[in-house]
């Protein structure tokens, strides 16, 4: 549940964010139907300049970071003795599996979904 949390359930979360309602609102927001003109909406929205720094806060957040490391590669040797090397062994052949049977799927999507593409998960929370 820790290695999911951390991982995969972060990407999905993080990844790819877009955001699907104005950063902020000047106003509040309208709680009648059919009151609303275009002047309130337009008094309501965020300035050019906040709408700029919002896309770009969303846009850091949703970057691969610098030092990525994909789920299940792990650059230190923590694990010598033979049955957590078996194990690990297994989990990163599962994935390998798992990401090429995705790849092999998004050749025939128009807009391929990458963002559970096990190559394409940190393994940890990294900002």
């Not at 993080?14 to 699907?20: A, I, L, R, T, W």
């Not at 927001?29 to 002047?39: C, D, L, N, R, V």
């Not at 909406?41 to 896309?55: I, K, S």
């Not at 052949?93 to 190559?119: G, H």
């Amino acid at each position: 549940m820790v290695i999911f949390t951390c991982s995969a359930q972060h990407a999905a979360v993080n990844s790819g964010q877009m955001p699907n309602t104005p950063i902020s609102l000047q106003l509040p927001p309208p709680t009648t139907k059919g009151m609303t003109s275009e002047a309130t909406m337009l008094a309501t929205f965020p300035d050019v300049n906040v709408t700029v720094q919002g896309m770009a806060t969303m846009w850091l957040l949703s970057e691969q970071s610098s030092d990525f490391v994909p789920l299940g590669q792990y650059p230190e040797d923590h694990f010598t003795e033979e049955i957590p090397c078996k194990i690990l062994k297994n989990f990163q052949t599962e994935l390998e599996d798992l990401s090429l049977f995705i790849k092999a799927r998004n050749k025939r999507l128009e807009v391929p979904y990458t963002y559970m593409d096990p190559a394409e998960v940190e393994n940890s929370v990294a900002i």
